[in-house]
């Protein structure tokens, strides 16, 4: 079972948005490297956070994957949904800027490939307007402006080399990229890893080992505890 569903970082230094127990989220202070995290919103229903999400399939059936973009806006998917918001953090002044639609839609160049009908999880690259998209053990790098594809679809192990003989070489259920240049945490089951990654190569290492959730993310315990 996945303990964390999604995730997005915010635009609010060292802060990121977990979407879990379906459709819940929590807003978190995290610490790359240390353990004294905090909750800064507590648990809430998606439709209660994001109100503009209220009715739609975000905040009923849940966020499956997340990534920010510019200022205080992010993309947000549900199975085949699409919506791109500004979710005004820390406030409940959120609204819809395109959407809800189809990812095809949004994004027709992922049309008849794997991410057509959901994608597992997203995080911003460093590099331009770069963002990768993993969809069970297959990744790829779009450009979320010009909507365009940089690369190919390629197995997880192959572009990330690093992960292989880890949880995450078959799947990732989410991740976030760090507010540290060229970092992102990666979620699976229960457990979690924290990556330097390379864009356009595979050069990428982990900074620590794999480990479980409630060990690296206290505050979450009592939230996750009872999955």
């Known amino acids: 079972m996945a303990y964390i569903n999604a995730a997005f970082r915010s635009s609010r230094e060292y802060e990121v948005y977990f979407f879990l127990k379906k459709n819940h989220y929590v ?47 992010a993309y947000v998917f549900s199975t085949k949904h699409c919506a791109y918001i500004d979710y005004a953090p820390g406030t409940t002044n959120d609204k819809i800027l395109k959407g809800p639609t189809t990812i095809a839609e949004m994004f027709p160049v992922l049309k008849n490939t794997v991410f057509e009908n959901g994608i597992d999880s997203a995080f911003r690259s460093i590099k331009g307007k770069e963002v990768y998209l993993f969809k069970g053990n297959k990744y790829t790098r779009i450009d979320y402006d010009s909507k365009q594809l940089i690369g190919n679809i390629r197995n997880i192990t192959d572009g990330f080399t690093v992960l292989k003989g880890t949880v995450f070489e078959s799947g990732i259920d989410a991740c976030f990229a760090s507010h540290e240049e060229s970092e992102a945490y990666l ?6 890893v924290r990556i330097k990654y390379t864009p356009g190569s595979s050069n990428d290492t982990l900074l620590g080992d794999v480990r479980p959730i409630l060990d690296g993310w206290p505050c979450l315990k009592d939230i996750l505890s009872g999955n």
Do not use: C, M, W
Request: charged share 25%; no cysteine; net charge negative.
């Open 27 to 73: 807003r978190v202070h995290y610490t790359p490297g240390k353990t004294d995290d905090k909750i800064l919103t507590n648990l809430r229903l998606i439709s209660s956070g994001f109100p503009s999400l209220a009715g739609a399939p975000f905040a009923e059936q849940g966020i499956d994957s997340a990534f920010d973009t510019e200022g205080k806006e």
């Open 187 to 192: 979620f699976k089951g229960n457990q979690y």
